[in-house]
């Protein structure tokens, strides 16, 4: 028998909320429909009065709901980041999901009785880091980037006071989160402020020679041939002509996935698995959650638990386990 994973899931809109609750999600996540979540696209997130529904349904289900404020305020306009947080506090959200130091400290001070995790985009993955923020903030959980090897997290896990999550499955970042520009310089659009990496309003399709050609505003960023399966336009998931050939320079389209891991992980200290996903539909949602709901509970059992069964989930068709079985240097 291993420790519980609690699974943390994603929730991009009411449906996609309900499918999670439905598929055994521990807890959701989700966001307003503005510019204090990571996720601020067009058809995706909730209003306050959506927001206190998916709060009800899912404590009535017995799941949690954890808000996730986190982009960073823009500098002279703190309110729409503070309203955010008294109003997942009036919803009854179990947690905020927040990065921005000013908004940790608004929190702590205005909210004190609302539990603080620290995002992702944060991107605070060693001791020190962490407890600062524990002690600076109350912080109780930290969201950890996706640079570190399951030995590594063991070993931090061992230093720090906080619980940690870790990304489960879904889409990879091989930038350190909370700090890449790269959309902004082509969009005018930041991931960290605006919630906004390769904002749907400047992706263009086209197809030309039996060949699909993606953009992100005027620049090309992939050529994919019919048999090839097309991902989403990023410019960390581009193919670049260096030398005469095309090739991805950052980073191939693949997908997380640490089925096969969850002993590992469990004995290493890790409390929550989170699954990326806000921008996906609610069957997406429903199997992925489902899939790990068993995997999850099979692994408490001490049962082997097989790692191929959502590779037609899979970006490209391939996953991969990431930082956690780094084995370069």
Not at 158 to 184: D, N, Q, Y
Not at 283 to 296: D, G, W
Not at 301 to 327: S, W
């Amino acid at each position: 028998m291993t420790a519980a994973l609690e699974l943390v899931c994603p929730a991009g809109n009411p449906a996609s909320l309900k499918a999670a609750v439905d598929a055994g999600a521990d807890v959701v996540y989700a966001g307003f429909a503005d510019d204090t979540n990571a996720r601020n696209f067009p058809g995706l997130n909730f209003t306050r009065p959506q927001m206190k529904d998916g709060i009800a349904y899912a404590h009535e289900h017995g799941c949690g709901v954890f808000i996730a404020i986190n982009t960073y305020a823009r500098a002279g306009n703190p309110d729409p980041w503070r309203t955010a947080i008294d109003d997942a506090a009036a919803l009854g959200a179990d947690a905020v999901i927040l990065a921005d130091i000013g908004l940790l400290d608004y929190a702590q001070r205005s909210q004190p009785r609302l539990r603080r995790h620290l995002s992702v985009q944060a991107s605070a993955s060693n001791p020190e880091a962490i407890g600062f923020y524990h002690k600076a903030f109350g912080v109780k959980r930290v969201v950890l980037p996706r640079v570190l090897t399951v030995k590594e997290i063991a070993a931090l896990n061992a230093r720090i006071p906080v619980e940690t999550e870790v990304f489960a499955f879904g889409g990879m970042c091989v930038m350190a989160e909370g700090r890449c520009s790269l959309s902004s310089y082509v969009t005018g659009q930041s991931p960290n402020t605006d919630g906004v990496c390769s904002p749907a309003s400047h992706v263009g399709y086209e197809k030309r020679d039996g060949k699909l050609i993606s953009r992100l505003g005027d620049f090309t960023l992939n050529i994919f041939s019919e048999d090839e399966a097309a991902g989403y336009p990023t410019l960390c998931k581009g193919r670049f002509v260096t030398e005469g050939q095309a090739s991805y320079l950052f980073e191939e389209p693949a997908s997380l996935n640490v089925l096969g891991l969850l002993s590992e992980l469990a004995e290493a200290g890790v409390s929550a698995l989170k699954i990326e996903g806000r921008q996906r539909g609610r069957a997406y949602v429903s199997q992925v959650v489902k899939t790990f709901r068993n995997a999850v509970d099979a692994a408490g059992r001490g049962e082997k638990v097989a790692a191929g069964e959502l590779d037609a989930m899979t970006e490209g068709g391939r996953d991969t386990t990431g930082a956690y079985e780094k084995i370069w240097h």
